[in-house]
T-cell receptor
Framework: QKEVEQDPGPLSVPEGAIVSLNCTYS??????FMWYRQYSRKGPELLMYTYSSGNKEDGRFTAQVDKSSKYISLFIRDSQPSDSATYLCAMRQGGSEKLVFGKGTKLTVNP | DTGVSQNPRHKITKRGQNVTFRCDPI?????LYWYRQTLGQGPEFLTYFQNEAQLEKSRLLSDRFSAERPKGSFSTLEIQRTEQGDSAMYLCASSSGAGRDTQYFGPGTRLTVL
């Protein structure tokens, strides 16, 4: 079993839809949780960063962390064609610099 | 542009050749990381530096791989005797190391080994 599991999709939604992306993990020592967006053949771009459990909102994006279930989510409201990309979850333990990534979910938002 | 920069952006080489990649981190970031990403996978951690000290290395970093950060600024990643399995995107990231700061990635160097 991989430390971080993420459904690779692909996920295709119409413009304006609410998108839900998620990851599960097995290592209860993970404390820092991130979502990155990666366009084709580009480097990952940080979207959201959450420490421990709870919710965080930034514009159209909401990140949720449920440490009791070892489950994290990213919601995108009013999705736009420009949101079409691969979304990567990442996490790390306190005291470690190593980010552990999911496989990424490929999202397409159709106009 | 004050982000992480990487050169070259693309490298095509023949099996058995040596290649070297360069990463320039965000100014004043004292931590620098190397990751490798293959098609359809998330990035995998290779190694990281705090200033010039290499503090952690993954088991993925075979003895054909060597990374340096001689003056605590830019870093190089060298792959000796390249193999077809080395074909991947090599990503560099940096962070300030302050509190809960996270890692900011560069555009990557795409390596193709023929």
């Amino acid at each position: 079993q991989k430390e971080v599991e993420q459904d690779p999709g692909p996920l295709s939604v119409p413009e304006g839809a609410i998108v839900s992306l998620n990851c599960t993990y097995s290592n209860s020592a993970f404390q820092y949780f991130m979502w990155y967006r990666q366009y084709s053949r580009k480097g990952p771009e940080l979207l959201m960063y959450t420490y421990s459990s709870g919710n965080k909102e930034d514009g159209r994006f909401t990140a949720q962390v449920d440490k009791s279930s070892k489950y994290i989510s990213l919601f995108i409201r009013d999705s736009q064609p420009s949101d079409s990309a691969t979304y990567l979850c990442a996490m790390r333990q306190g005291g470690s610099e190593k980010l552990v990534f999911g496989k990424g979910t490929k999202l397409t938002v159709n106009p | 542009d004050t982000g992480v920069s990487q050169n070259p952006r693309h490298k095509i080489t023949k099996r058995g050749q040596n290649v070297t990649f360069r990463c320039d981190p965000i100014s004043e970031h004292n931590r620098l990381y190397w990751y490798r990403q293959t098609l359809g996978q998330g990035p995998e951690f290779l190694t990281y530096f705090q200033n010039e000290a290499q503090l952690e290395k993954s088991r993925l970093l075979s003895d054909r791989f060597s990374a340096e950060r001689p003056k605590g600024s830019f870093s190089t990643l060298e792959i000796q005797r390249t193999e077809q399995g080395d074909s991947a995107m090599y990503l560099c990231a940096s962070s300030s190391g302050a509190g809960r700061d996270t890692q900011y990635f560069g555009p990557g160097t795409r390596l193709t080994v023929l």
